[in-house]
């Protein structure tokens, strides 16, 4: 299942308005309004903006209540959010044991499959990878596409090169999430 825009807003304002522009039409970045740590992380905001602003509550705004919904009826194996810019791919979010390991093995498959590098980053909460990974105990990557050095938002002429770079990763992760169910 893809789920091509959850913040059709924001992508809106960015690309007339405010390229660096990265909440919904409400000034809540929406990255940071899930239930997981809601709030606790490093750069959160509380007042609007255009980006950092973690909302009212977690999933006061419509999209991430929606995305929450629909997770949690189609109970996925693992979740996949295509952010932009970085190329890196983050997978973390204090599990321990063997969740980590096993998350840690798949974003590995992600790496060698895009180039892209993992990272760990200290400090971030309230994402839907985060969510995911504390509610639901599932393997859960946020993958940052495109060279840091582009423009925001990222121009469709720079779409194939990417595509290209993420081409074959959701079978290959399948691939790896099966390998792991066998063990």
């Known amino acids: 299942m893809v789920l091509p825009l959850i913040n059709p807003d924001g992508a809106i304002i960015a690309e007339s308005v405010d390229g660096s522009f990265k909440a919904n039409a409400n000034g809540v970045d929406l990255n940071v309004n899930f239930p997981a740590r809601w709030g606790k992380g490093r750069q959160n905001v509380f007042v609007k903006d255009k980006e950092n602003f973690v909302g009212e509550k977690p999933l006061s705004e419509p999209e991430t209540k929606a995305l929450c919904n629909f997770t949690l009826k189609i109970k996925p194996d693992m979740t996949i959010s295509y952010h932009s810019k970085g190329e890196e791919i983050y997978y973390e979010f204090y599990q321990k044991g063997k969740r980590r390991e096993r998350d840690a093995y798949l974003a590995d498959i992600a790496s060698k499959t895009t180039g892209y590098v993992v990272k760990s980053i200290k400090g971030s909460c309230g994402g839907y990878k ?17 060279n840091d050095c582009l423009s925001h938002p990222i121009s469709l ?18 691939e790896g999430l099966l390998w792991l169910k066998n063990l």
């Open 130 to 146: 985060d969510w995911c990974i504390q509610r639901l105990k599932i393997p859960a990557l946020t993958i940052e596409v495109g």
């Open 157 to 174: 002429d720079k779409a194939e090169e990417i595509a290209q770079k993420n081409s074959g990763l959701i079978e290959k992760l399948i």
